[in-house]
């Protein structure tokens, strides 16, 4: 029986190629076999002129239904060179001739069709429609449950969690992925519960479940070792790999490429295992043993057949070699090698990338106007071949390299186009493993940053309405960038109302201050109520402005170091408000909403000094993460209902944390303001009862009083329950489900005794993100954690001054805040009051 090239994994905008079925049949030597033989040894160029050899013999034999199988092949060699138009053209032309979507129209061979189906689906997916493979990977699901293909349904069901991890949406692709393995759990090992495990293993990664995915990996690795298959062991291995470095486990992730080398039969898994290996020791700073391995690898890339892979593996080699210092030339003479075999392969796509990566080397080399000319043709290729995730790069370089010129209207379009591009591959950025395969500080963050330095220090034109505008939404768009890479998921796609609109109407004693840390300055744009936008610029450098606030933060928690944290408090008051203070007072403001960037999230702004007063004296302080929040509704409308879960004894395996003795007062006082309150204290407050009242309950604001902590990576953020750690995606979970059982909105959630991790810029994305992203109006937590005696006081002062003064939260937050220090000595300090920051919607 004719069998259709079937693909085993598809992984899209990384340089892997799929793999063919071996179950050809008996006419070993026909055209589609030599094809097969052509596409799996990566001669996709030679196994496309078979394949239209043998078309036309199909057609005079008036076989259509190896005709058809010709042409799916075909579809797929095209795939591999990128030519989409020619594949494109192919498998329409299969599944005409197979009568799909021909009504009445018997197909002759259902297994065949799925098939097609499936390498449709690569097409859509390669070509950046994940809906439409989607769909392609359903219908093929169908068919093989039809007629009882039950590792054809497996693959569908694998296909289809690659589509959905395209879009962003890992959550679902791992609800995918665990169930079509569970279908699987009673039937023997095979190729495709390896495959399903192996993908498994691989977006767990992506999501930071590094234990989880380690244990599919590792059970994807045991089968493929039943099965006595070299190459898929390898693969397994090449994820471990993968797996350990992110942890980091350096020695294990270096013994695992080791080991996917040597077992390896295939060179291009050994070269890719090899600059893996020399990736991961440079970033070790381990030169000399990385120097070890590049005449290996020269050895092995001159052993690779031409093809897309083998290209991308040069240029890989190429960034690797710019980290040792080797000399441009030999450099360039790798990368002008991999320009010159995509062109002979015909492949635009791979023309495009090693093209603009000649031309930042030719940047680095100030060589700016034959860089431009190399970047302008691969960012005309790559346009040409549908690639926006190359698109951006080379959008990113010319602006660049236009400014270096000193070119600054060319330069801010083309850093426009770039910011464009990457808002349209949001949810792409979000499907990528950011660990691994994609950096987002080095590739993503500086286009937004660079981009707005130059829109606020253009030479040629100071800074208008419309420029600081366009300025304070890029720095939003990278705060939910931010959000999206630490989620591994485009959040906030929901409704939201533009910040000027609530301050302009419904808070018109509201001003918005945008602080911004660019590489030489400080710039601080401004929205007071009725104003139009304006800014103004402290003259400090990022260095500078990153040692006080360093210094501010650490200070803050010494009892001998008042002084010294009001006049570091001073100096940062005088950067962000006194410039402003006399129109503040003017336009009678009583509340600063601060959408803060870098390490300025880390500093409790509340605690702000100027010279005789906090902050907090004179304004209620909250925080934003950009222009647009969920509709506002102000909490005072509404009764609390408060459900409130606390830990006084941390459970055994955390024995770092301390006892919280003072949840039993702090619940105690939230009670005695008569909000309506459940309470689930230490052995009733699991992962379990906490799912279960979230469900069943209802409630307005969740109040959580145990340890926790907050940081820029996922697996590192969590709270505690008395049945272990509750993860962030598993609390972002539990959240969802709550919104999604009862459809009632999280007003406010408040996380009274955890911290932020130190020296963690991006900490305050954890802290409020999974509040956020469930929906969730609001959150109030902690920067550092306090004294659980003075945390009960303040927390009940905050819930009174809510329940019986009907203020909003950010104001009622101040009240408590001032009330602490004023009426209680021992708690004078900001240590003890000026960590708690809220997040979200203040009314």
Not at 247 to 275: D, G, H
Not at 738 to 755: H, M, N
Request: charged share 20%; net charge negative.
């Amino acid at each position: 029986m004719l069998v259709v090239l079937i693909i085993l994994v598809c992984i899209v905008g990384t340089p892997v190629f799929a793999n063919i079925s071996q179950n050809i049949n008996q006419a070993s030597q026909t055209k589609i076999a030599e094809s097969q033989i052509l596409y799996d040894s990566g001669r996709f160029a030679d196994a496309v002129q078979v394949l239209q050899q043998a078309l036309p013999e199909y057609q005079q034999q008036g076989d259509s239904l190896k005709q058809a199988v010709a042409l799916s092949n075909l579809s797929l060699a095209y795939q591999q060179l990128g030519d989409w138009q020619e594949a494109q053209v192919a498998i329409t032309k299969s599944l005409d001739l197979q009568g799909f979507k021909q009504e009445g129209k018997t197909q002759k061979n259902l297994a065949v069709l799925a098939q097609t189906l499936d390498i449709q689906g690569r097409l859509q997916l390669l070509t950046g429609k994940p809906e439409a493979a989607l769909a392609s990977w359903k219908q093929t699901e169908d068919i093989y449950t039809k007629i009882g293909d039950k590792n054809g349904i497996a693959l569908a069901g694998l296909y289809q969690a690659q589509a959905l991890r395209n879009q962003g949406f890992n959550q679902q692709a791992i609800e995918k992925l665990e169930q079509v393995n569970q279908n699987l759990a009673h039937q023997g090992d095979s190729f495709a519960k390896a495959a399903v495990l192996l993908s498994l293993g691989d977006t767990l990664e992506n999501v930071g479940e590094l234990e989880k995915s380690r244990l599919a990996l590792e059970e994807s690795l045991a089968i493929h070792q039943k099965l006595k298959s070299p190459q898929n062991i390898a693969l397994s291995l090449l994820s471990l790999g993968n797996n350990a470095r992110i942890k980091p486990n350096i020695p294990q992730a270096i013994a695992l490429y080791q080991q996917t080398f040597e077992i390896s039969p295939s060179p291009l898994t050994k070269v890719q295992a090899r600059l893996n290996h020399l990736n991961l020791l440079i970033e070790e700073k381990q030169f000399t043993a990385a120097q070890i391995l590049i005449p290996e690898i020269q050895s092995h890339l001159a052993q690779l057949p031409p093809s897309r892979p083998s290209i991308y593996a040069r240029i890989n080699f190429a960034h690797s070699l710019g980290s040792l210092n080797t000399p441009k030339l030999q450099i360039a003479e790798i990368l002008a090698q991999a320009v010159e075999e995509a062109r002979n392969l015909d492949d635009i796509r791979a023309e495009a990338y090693a093209l603009g990566n000649l031309g930042t080397l030719y940047e680095k080399t100030q060589q700016f106007g034959e860089a431009i000319n190399l970047t302008e043709k691969a960012l005309m290729l790559a346009q040409t071949s549908n690639a926006p995730e190359i698109n951006y790069l080379w959008q990113w370089q010319l602006g660049r390299l236009f400014k270096s010129q000193g070119n600054f209207t060319e330069a801010i379009a083309a850093y426009d186009a770039a910011v464009e591009t990457l808002q349209l591959l949001r949810n792409d950025l979000a499907a990528v493993n950011l660990n691994v395969q994609f950096n987002f500080r080095d590739n993503v963050e500086p286009v937004y940053r660079e981009s707005v330095a130059l829109l606020l220090q253009n030479p040629e034109e100071k800074p208008n309405v419309k420029t600081l505008d366009k300025a304070r939404t890029r720095i939003e768009a990278l705060q939910l960038a931010e959000l999206d890479n630490f989620f591994r998921e485009a959040c906030l796609q929901g409704q939201k109302v533009l910040l000027d609109q609530v301050v302009d109407k419904e808070n018109p004693n509201t001003a918005i201050l945008y602080p911004i840390i660019l590489p030489e300055e400080l710039q601080v744009i401004v929205k007071i109520p009725q104003q139009p936008l304006r800014h103004h610029t402290v003259k400090k450098s990022q260095v500078e402005v990153e040692r006080i606030l360093a210094e501010l933060q650490r200070y803050i928690l010494e009892p001998d170091r008042t002084q010294e944290v009001q006049a570091l408090s001073q100096e940062v008051y005088n950067w962000l408000i006194k410039p402003i203070e006399s129109d503040l007072i003017t336009s009678k403001v009583n509340t600063l909403v601060f959408v803060l960037d870098g390490a300025l999230r880390n500093i409790p702004l509340a605690a702000l000094y100027d010279g005789e007063k906090y902050l907090v004296e004179k304004y209620a302080v909250a925080l934003s993460l950009g222009l647009q929040l969920l509709a506002p509704k102000p909490l005072a409308e509404t009764p609390l209902k408060v459900l409130a879960a606390g830990l006084v004894q941390s459970p055994p395996d955390f024995p770092t944390f301390s006892s919280l003795p003072g949840i039993k007062l702090e619940f105690d006082l939230i009670a005695q303001t008569g909000a309506a309150t459940t309470k689930l204290l230490d052995q009733d407050f699991t992962s379990k009862t906490l799912e279960k009242n979230l469900n069943t309950l209802p409630f307005n604001v969740l109040h959580l009083a145990t340890h926790g902590q907050f940081s820029s990576r996922p697996q590192e953020t969590f709270i505690l329950a008395n049945d272990g750690s509750i993860n962030v995606l598993q609390f972002d979970n539990l959240l969802r489900s709550q919104s999604g059982t009862s459809g009632q909105i999280l007003e406010l959630l408040v996380l009274s005794a955890c911290q932020t991790a130190t020296g963690d810029n991006r900490a305050t994305l954890g802290l409020a993100g999974a509040a956020i992203k469930a929906g969730a109006r609001s959150t109030i937590a902690s920067l550092w954690h306090i004294n659980d005696q003075s945390t009960a006081i303040l927390i009940g002062e905050f819930y009174n001054e809510l329940v019986n003064s009907q203020v909003n939260k950010a104001e009622a937050l101040r009240r408590a805040q001032v009330k602490l220090f004023t009426e209680y000595p021992n708690y004078r300090r900001p240590a003890y009051w000026g960590a708690y920051v809220l997040v979200g919607n203040w009314f």
